[in-house]
């Protein structure tokens, strides 16, 4: 099993659809997680945190269930702009590294 | 006011040849950081230093190896490159090896 798993997509959405990524990850003492965002030849940038209690920033909202060992990302009202790939990471256990292990990426194409 | 910066960014070479790969951070950041991503985009970790001190060193030939002359600097040598080192390469930091890893522009490198 993958230790961090995504639905490749693509996803195709038009503009101002609402849009929904979900990841999951194998080791349940993995301590933080995130999303990041990828555009086609790009460096990979930090998108959010995200965190236990669930966090909003805008229009996009994210979830995290441990005990599903499931992460969400939510775009609302999605526009051109937010066609990328979506990361999902996570941190796992293990002292004082940061290792990030990286979801494959989900592809999300926002159309006119 | 490029903050991590890599060079060359495109680097085309024949299999057999030896090659290195340049990354700078003007953050003052502490820990830097190799990923490689492949032809499938699987983004994935190499190595990690902080301060000058290596603390991840991932299932990597010792064909390649890191070198960091000082906490701005890591670069990444390859002996004998194959074809299946073709990748991109990104180079990352962060401050403390906890917070948010921020991504270089990536070097494309093309063995023949």
């Known amino acids: 099993r993958k230790e961090v798993e995504q639905d490749p997509g693509p996803f195709n959405v038009p503009e101002g659809a609402t849009v929904a990524f979900n990841c999951t990850y194998s080791?349940?003492?993995?301590?933080?997680f995130f999303w990041y965002r990828q555009d086609c030849r790009k460096e990979p940038k930090l998108l959010m945190s995200?965190?236990?209690s669930g966090n909003e920033d805008g229009r996009f909202t994210a979830q995290l269930n441990r005990a599903s060992q499931y992460i969400s990302l939510l775009i609302r009202d999605s526009k051109l702009s937010d066609s990328a790939t979506y990361l999902c990471?996570?941190?796992?256990?293990?002292?004082?590294?940061?290792?990030?292990?990286f979801g494959t990426g989900t592809l999300l194409a926002v159309q006119p | 006011d490029t903050a991590v910066s890599q060079t060359p960014k495109y680097l085309v070479t024949q299999m057999g040849n030896d090659k290195s790969i340049k990354c700078e951070q003007n953050?003052?950041?502490?820990?830097m950081y190799w990923y490689k991503q492949d032809s499938k985009k699987f983004l994935k970790i190499m190595f990690s230093y902080n301060n000058k001190e290596l603390i991840i060193n991932e299932t990597v030939p010792n064909r390649f190896s890191p070198k960091s002359p000082d906490k701005a600097h890591l670069n990444l040598h390859i002996n004998s490159l194959e074809l299946g080192d073709s990748a991109v390469y990104f180079c990352a930091s962060s401050q403390g090896r906890r917070d948010t890893q921020y991504f270089g522009p990536g070097t494309r490198l093309t063995v023949l």
């Open positions: 953050l003052g950041h502490d820990t």
């Open positions: 990471v996570v941190n796992p256990p293990g002292g004082a590294t940061n290792k990030l292990i």
């Open positions: 995200v965190y236990s």
């Open positions: 080791n349940s003492a993995s301590q933080s």
